[in-house]
């Protein structure tokens, strides 16, 4: 048994690949030993065959939701693991024009320092143009202060951030279209959680693809939510790429990662769950949704980005943040 086959079996099935007979599993597009089973796709595949199973999904995704185009600029935003990083990887092998953006959101010392790095040698490694943001040195705060300060749960506020500052980096840098790295998991998860409180507004705007509908909202696509975390995982470890493996040290309590063990418990007993939900709402439900929650954009009155009120989240954040951190007034009495 060679070594790939010792590395990514237990990252996709916690075993062996076994065919209908007991034996070892051959793969189902070239009939060469199996090293990687895709349960809910009822196939297994060699390595070779695997990256091209992945690469036809995000292939899929791309061409069934007009994501992009061969002239367009991309801005692949990356934090170091490993979905962003094996996303940026495709993109490059398909041939499109990209640059990584990463954000260095200081959500725990050593943990910022370590999601940075990973993305810098990752781009020096293959002559890729990365674009860094730090929040701390740009900013003057951290995503971990105005969690604490603003009394927000730090996941929420870390989305806030990351969600304004690409859209910026991407407006600013005349990109085409700003690419993130969810995946099957990170969709499903996140479809549950609006589902069990019917968010429609956040429901009619979980798709593949949202378009600009403004001038300074940069069109957002995710071409890996056809891909299951686990297969990133395989297709980073087959294809060597170093991403970091500890989880975000303020992730703890995150609901999102309780939707997700629910799920993960469904996909055991019923392979191809989370797909079958996925795809089940973007087929039959995204058009019942479709505008159901229209929104009207303006410019924020401090910063100018899209928002739906005068000042925009971020901005509103940023205020409390300082407003707080403000020296308190001294007063000196003055003799009569």
Known sequence: MDADEVEIRPVIS?????GKGGGPAKCKRCREPAKVEVARANAAFCADCFLRYVRNQVTKAI?????????????????????????WDMLMEMGYDTTGFHIVLWTGEEYAAESRDMCERFAQARGA?????????DE?????????EGRRVPCSVCGL??????????????YDVLVTGHNLDDEAATLLGNALHWQTEYIARQMPALPSTHAKLVKKVKPLYRVSERETAAYSIIR??????????????????RYKDALNSLERLSPGTKQQFLFGYLDKAA????????????????????TTGETCAYCRAKKQLRAKARPPVEFTEVAP
């Open 140 to 148: 003057g705060f951290t995503v971990e202060q105005i969690a604490r």
């Open 240 to 257: 060597g790429i170093d991403y970091i493996v500890e989880e975000c040290p303020l992730v703890a309590g995150n609901t999102q990662l």
């Open 63 to 87: 061409d069934e939701h007009s994501m992009f185009a061969e002239a367009d600029r991309l801005l692949v935003c990356v934090s170091g693991g490993k979905d962003s990083l094996a996303l």
């Open 287 to 306: 058009p019942l949704f479709a505008g159901s929650d229209p929104v009207t954009l303006r410019e924020c009155n401090e910063c100018g980005q899209p």
């Open 14 to 18: 916690g075993g062996q690949p076994r």
């Open 129 to 137: 143009k990365l674009v860094v943001r730090d929040l701390k040195a």
């Open 161 to 174: 951030t990351k969600r304004y500052l690409t859209n910026l980096a991407a407006s600013q840098g005349g």
